[in-house]
């Protein structure tokens, strides 16, 4: 029924950037926040930032002064801009949602992923 679909990821030199992108669709009664994980090749999947309905917005400390979580309401959409990128900063990135969708007369809360889009950053 809810489907999150990223977009924007890739390989980009260090230094660069990229803009990450995450729409939700589906019967979607309302998203109380949305935001971003990643992770990396042996590592466990970490929050990178998240914004809520309201506009508050959670960075990892790795994230801070460099990413901008950002959201469009009225699409369903989150994005991630990512600047002055690091090699550690190579990681599937999963978009993330805590939304009510609409199930029959029962609706229905719960937390839903993306399927994941590759960030790679390397000279």
């Known amino acids: 029924q809810v489907q999150l679909v990223e977009s924007g990821g890739g390989l980009v030199?260090?230094?660069g950037s990229l803009r990450?992108?995450?729409a939700?669709?589906?019967?979607?009664?309302s998203?109380?926040?949305?935001g971003w994980y990643r992770q990396a090749p042996g590592k466990q999947r970490e929050l990178v930032a998240t914004i809520t309905?309201?506009?508050t917005t959670n960075y990892a400390d790795s994230a801070k002064g460099r990413f901008t979580i950002s959201r469009d309401n009225a699409k369903n959409t989150v994005y991630l801009q990512m600047n002055s990128l690091k090699p550690e900063d190579t990681a599937v990135y999963y978009c993330y949602a805590d939304l009510t969708y609409t199930s029959g007369i029962y609706p229905v809360r719960d937390d839903y992923w993306g399927q994941g889009t590759q960030v790679t950053v390397s000279s």
Do not use: H, T
Not at 24 to 29: H, M, N, R, V
Not at 31 to 34: G, S
């Open 13 to 15: 030199q260090p230094g």
């Open 20 to 22: 990450l992108s995450c």
């Open 24 to 29: 939700a669709s589906g019967s979607i009664f």
């Open 31 to 34: 998203i109380n926040a949305m």
């Open 53 to 55: 309905s309201p506009g």
